[in-house]
């Protein structure tokens, strides 16, 4: 890709200036994933999108989450994987964690707590509650013999060691086990996998582009507005992009600086979803999908999220869910969570052994969303999650992973093949992060991780 001369360069001050162009110069990619494919989209060709995921605000009872409900429900989660780990790994039946055992017994659990100083690692694991196996006992692990290992509070995985002591410990634990293995939730089949591709028209053999932009977005309504008219002309004239994705939060908390005082913030986001509509309307055919954040002041606190209670004036606007899921061209799934799972993870006491340097930590965080089947597998969560465990199916995945998993984030962006899927933190509109990827056509069934580009711009 050739440098744009600086006196056209796209910027988030001239951006405005140059958005009326027929064609508007394209900025240097910051980060790209699989940049040999090369990709071009010359010409924009209409995609059809279907919504895969839907959560119906009247059946949310806000604040009705008693612990026994809880409970319940990490119970019913960690037999759900802890069945899938078993038929992966053709392991034999779970133990009790209770019972002293000097040979090498199976046992499945969820992590409690973790941390580490130095070398020295401390877990404690809760097992799953039923009387033939631990009565919700929990313990000590020493793991001083695994090669390489992760943990994180709410982790759900299976292990081998012996059970050297079944007494209560002073840190209130029923015991210790000595691990020798560890054994990771496997992640669900890819969705490529679980379809067949349908549309066969000879627009099928073309690429097919999709831009994404996660808020915050600029400091105040009349120029968020700008913002998102912005680079929706950009995304359609210069990329041809088929879909644009626009996730929240549009008008933030005011210690995020998002609030203009001289409006109400539910008159600043009907001026924003107007906007959208318009843009929407104005380049027909363009997809426009819109997801909410915890952070939007227009949107209802609450994980799993409805969307937004609007409707937009235009059929080719989708207000989705948080998380969301949609399939694009009956061929590629692709899911969005807003609710920053990576840093909060990363946050926590997550704890590695010896990893593997060359994957990086940030997409390490993201293989464990991925493995876990879940948006949002931390346990207990992050205060700012807001996470109603009555809920929790439509936090999960359904029956496969998602092809593209767009997992916006306030740390550093990136894009990278993570267990099959492509996963993609586009960064922050407000620090001038957007990013692209671009499905090429393939063989039915052929992993879209093999067959996408995706590149991370910094408007400079």
């Known amino acids: 890709m050739q440098s744009v001369p600086p006196t056209h360069v796209l910027t988030k001050d001239t951006i405005g200036h140059v958005a009326h162009a027929k064609k508007m110069p394209v900025p240097q990619p910051e980060l790209q994933y699989n940049p040999q494919l090369k990709a071009e989209v010359t010409r924009f060709i209409a995609s059809d999108v279907k919504t895969l995921r839907d959560i119906d605000v009247n059946s949310f009872r806000y604040m009705y989450d008693p612990p026994e409900n809880k409970r319940d429900v990490l119970n019913a989660?960690?037999?759900?994987?802890?069945?899938?780990?078993?038929?992966?790994?053709k392991l034999p039946e779970f133990s009790k964690l209770t019972e002293v055992s000097q040979d090498d017994r199976v046992y499945l659990g969820i992590v409690q707590s973790c941390g580490?100083?130095?070398?020295?690692?401390?877990?404690?694991?809760?097992g799953p509650w039923t009387p033939d196996v631990s009565y919700g006992a929990n313990i000590q692990l020493q793991m001083d013999d695994v090669a390489s290992y992760s943990l994180y509070p709410g982790k759900i995985f299976a292990f081998k060691g012996k059970n050297v002591g079944a007494h209560t410990l002073d840190n209130g634990t029923n015991g210790t086990v000595l691990v020798s293995e560890v054994y990771d939730a496997p992640p669900l089949p890819l969705a490529a996998a679980t379809?067949?591709?349908?549309?066969?028209?000879?627009?099928?053999?073309?690429?097919?582009?999709?831009?994404?932009?996660?808020?915050?977005?600029?400091t105040d309504q009349a120029r968020t507005i700008k913002q998102i008219e912005d680079l929706v002309k950009f995304a359609y004239r210069s990329r041809h992009a088929a879909v644009v994705v626009l996730a929240g939060p549009f008008v933030s908390a005011p210690h995020d600086g998002a609030v203009d005082e001289a409006m109400m913030y539910d008159d600043q986001f009907d001026a924003i979803t107007e906007k959208i509509?318009?843009?929407?309307?104005?380049?027909?055919?363009?997809?426009v999908l819109v997801v909410p954040s915890l952070k939007d002041l227009a949107a209802d606190y609450v994980f799993p999220q409805p969307a937004f209670d609007v409707a937009f004036d235009s059929d080719n606007v989708l207000g989705?869910?948080?998380?969301?899921?949609?399939?694009?061209?009956?061929d590629v799934t692709v899911a969005v969570c807003t609710?920053?799972?990576?840093?909060?993870?990363?946050?926590?006491?997550?704890?590695?052994?010896?990893p593997d340097p060359a994957t990086g930590r940030l997409p390490r965080v993201a293989a464990e969303v991925v493995r876990s089947q879940s948006f949002y597998p931390l346990m207990p969560p992050a205060p700012d999650a807001q996470v109603d465990y009555a809920h929790h199916e439509a936090f999960e995945f359904a029956k496969s992973t998602p092809d593209i998993l767009i997992l916006p984030s306030y740390l550093p962006a990136f894009a990278k093949k993570v267990e099959g899927t492509l996963v993609i933190n586009p960064?922050?509109?407000?620090?001038?992060?957007?990013?692209?990827?671009?499905i090429t056509p393939g063989a039915p069934n052929a992993l879209v991780a093999d067959r996408a580009t995706a590149e991370i711009f910094k408007l400079t």
């Not at 379809?195 to 600029?218: I, L």
């Not at 509509?277 to 997809?287: N, P, T």
């Not at 869910?321 to 009956?330: C, F, G, K, Q, R």
């Not at 960064?427 to 671009?438: L, M, P, S």
Request: net charge positive; glycine share 8%.
């Open 77 to 89: 989660r960690v037999w759900k994987v802890g069945g899938r780990i078993r038929a992966h790994y």
């Open 116 to 126: 580490q100083v130095g070398s020295a690692v401390t877990c404690i694991v809760d």
């Open 195 to 218: 379809h067949q591709r349908v549309k066969m028209e000879e627009d099928a053999a073309a690429p097919t582009r999709v831009v994404v932009m996660a808020g915050p977005y600029a």
């Open 277 to 287: 509509s318009q843009l929407a309307e104005e380049y027909h055919g363009l997809k």
């Open 320 to 330: 989705l869910s948080n998380p969301t899921e949609v399939l694009v061209n009956d």
């Open 339 to 354: 609710n920053d799972i990576i840093k909060h993870i990363n946050g926590s006491s997550f704890v590695e052994v010896r």
């Open 427 to 438: 960064g922050i509109v407000n620090k001038r992060n957007f990013a692209e990827v671009t």
